[in-house]
């Protein structure tokens, strides 16, 4: 059918050789997008199996006046009342050998020197679904040992998320503008190709053609330009991203993003090229059938 | 068939071409339309396909008021009707089999065995060596031959050609005539515009003639119509 005979001479308009160019290039751009939100969301994802149910408090070393008071004693109060909380489930100091694998990373292998200033650390595992207020808590440490902070990864991640919320929704926003300018190309294409075509049109008119037959020759060109476009598209978004995630897998970073597609996801990609194909022919076919039926 | 009910066309605001023409045209008649050049035959002929619609009057074809039509109404009604355009109007890019065929295709009618009915007319008329030459490599009369193979491949009820015979000799120009007959004998209704008055004198068909612009019809129209109207009193 595809092959099918051409009335309206349609591929040989300079459009057959553009468009699917125009929508190549769209729908990579909308892939990549799609792709970026969804690297961003598997980072979070990540972060957030790794912090969620977790505090950390901090210990500085005393200063001045406070020196009266050792450190370990100050590290000892804390953890008492750490303990002594409903919503705390454990407490444990991070003891010097996970310190110095935790701060290898800034300070290298020579590890950690005696005279460095270091605060304590102490792991606290909250109890799920109930932890305990972190600004309530920081109040009843200081007064047990001053200068002690709470760091609330909750509170960190939800604001992490919330801009990583605002990325997913620019990239649909993405998503959605090229998707508008795909379809106005299609509109603008097939206009241009009614106006080209007007002779050959009224002619299958006049031998009693119905606007559908001459919908039907539109639609099918754009149904071919479409898959074409959306086939070049998505071949070269995959192959990037492949690319990227090759790169990004050798950075062992926390912070790179994890650029690698579901099976799922995959899947979503390769139904691109027919649901492109299925869009431009859908609003070549409205484009034809709205235009014809204004002639009259 | 064709009814025009004191029907006037003018082009946007310039003067009448056609004026209060009302006459009826019987299924299965053969008409001649003469007139000088710019007396408005194609016009008429373009009021009779749908091409145009009457500036005043009412036009009805196969019964049916033609201004009550829908787009797809009057693509079905368009299907009943063979047309020779004067300008021929055939698609470059198609082979002449391609053309001849097109109404078979457009009517969804289309198959091997039609496509064999279709090389045969083109064979009839001549063109049996160029069935698959596209028509800018043929002369001005083997197009003209493929528009009338394409009017009447379809079998309309309905034949409007207008000036058929204007690019070949008069041998072919009668041979092409005969066709016309042959579909009028069939039951086609004909009507043929052409300024060829020495080539109809051959025929014995009724002859409607246009004195064009705001000039009252000529007799022969007049008389038709009366007669029409006589006839449905
Ligand atoms: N598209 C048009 N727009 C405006 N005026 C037109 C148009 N077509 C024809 N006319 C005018 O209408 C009148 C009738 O033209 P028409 O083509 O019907 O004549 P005709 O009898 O077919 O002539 P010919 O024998 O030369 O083909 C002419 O005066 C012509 O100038
Ligand atoms: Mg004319």
């Not at chain 1, 990037?240 to 050798?250: D, E, K, M, N, S």
């Not at chain 2, 009021?47 to 693509?75: C, H, N």
């Not at chain 2, 109007?89 to 091997?112: F, I, M, T, Y």
């Not at chain 2, 039609?114 to 090389?119: I, K, N, P, S």
Request: aromatic share 6%.
């Amino acid at each position: 059918m595809l092959l099918a005979h051409r009335d309206v001479p349609l591929d040989k308009d300079p459009s057959a050789r553009f468009l699917p160019w125009l929508i190549a290039f769209m729908v990579y751009l909308a892939a990549l997008a799609l792709a970026g939100a969804i690297a961003v969301s598997n980072l979070t994802e990540r972060w957030d199996r790794g912090l969620s149910d977790q505090m950390t408090v901090q210990v500085p070393p005393p200063r001045g006046e406070e020196n009266a008071m050792l450190q370990s004693e100050r590290v000892a109060a804390a953890l008492e009342t750490l303990r002594g909380e409903r919503g705390v489930r454990t407490a444990e100091v991070v003891d010097d050998a996970e310190m110095a694998a935790l701060l290898e990373p800034w300070l290298g292998e020579a590890g950690i020197r005696e005279d460095l200033p270091l605060p304590a650390l102490i792991a606290v595992e909250v109890v799920p679904g109930n932890p305990p207020d972190s600004e309530r808590l920081e109040g009843m440490l200081q007064a047990a040992a001053p200068g002690v902070v709470v760091e609330d990864h909750q509170r960190t991640l939800g604001r992490f998320l919330a801009v990583t919320q605002s990325l997913q929704l620019l990239a649909l926003l993405v998503v959605g503008l090229v998707a508008g300018a795909a379809v106005l190309s299609v509109v603008f294409v097939t206009r241009t190709g009614l106006a080209v075509h007007r002779q050959v049109i009224e002619l299958l008119h006049l031998i009693g053609a119905r606007d559908n037959y001459i919908a039907g020759q539109f639609q099918r060109q754009a149904l071919k330009l479409g898959l074409a476009g959306g086939l070049i598209g998505v071949g070269l978004a995959g192959g990037t991203i492949l690319v990227l995630g090759q790169v990004f897998a050798t950075s062992e970073s926390v912070v790179v993003p994890e650029l690698a597609l579901s099976l799922r996801q995959w899947l979503l990609l390769v139904l691109v090229p027919p649901a492109t194909a299925l869009v431009a022919m859908a609003t070549a076919r409205w484009t034809v059938l709205r235009t014809l039926a204004r002639l009259s | 068939m064709v009814r025009f009910e004191d029907v006037s066309f003018r082009y946007g605001t310039s003067a009448n071409v056609l004026s209060s023409l009302t006459f009826h045209l019987e299924p299965g008649s053969f008409h001649f339309m003469l007139g000088a050049s710019g007396a408005g035959k194609s016009s008429l002929l373009q009021l009779m396909y749908l091409w145009q619609k009457p500036t005043e009057g009412r036009i009805s074809l196969f019964g049916r008021d033609v201004a009550e039509l829908s787009r797809d109404e009057k693509a079905l009604m368009r299907r009943r009707i063979g047309v020779v355009f004067q300008d021929f109007r055939l698609l470059d890019h198609l082979s002449a089999l391609d053309n001849v065929a097109l109404p078979l295709r457009v009517a969804g009618r289309r198959s091997a065995a039609l496509d064999e009915h279709v090389a045969e007319l083109l064979t009839w008329v001549g063109l049996g060596d160029h069935i698959e030459a596209k028509p800018p490599t043929l002369s001005g009369g083997q197009q003209q031959r493929i528009a009338i193979a394409r009017a009447v491949i379809a079998r309309p009820s309905l034949l409007l050609a207008d000036e058929p015979t204007g690019n070949v000799d008069d041998r072919l120009a009668l041979r092409l005539l005969y066709l016309f007959e042959e579909l009028n004998k069939m039951g086609t209704t004909v009507v043929i515009a052409t300024h060829n008055e020495h080539l109809i004198q051959r025929f014995s068909h009724p002859v409607i003639r246009l004195a064009g612009g705001d000039t009252i019809p000529a007799p022969e129209l007049r008389r038709e119509a009366e007669r029409q109207h006589f006839g449905e009193a």
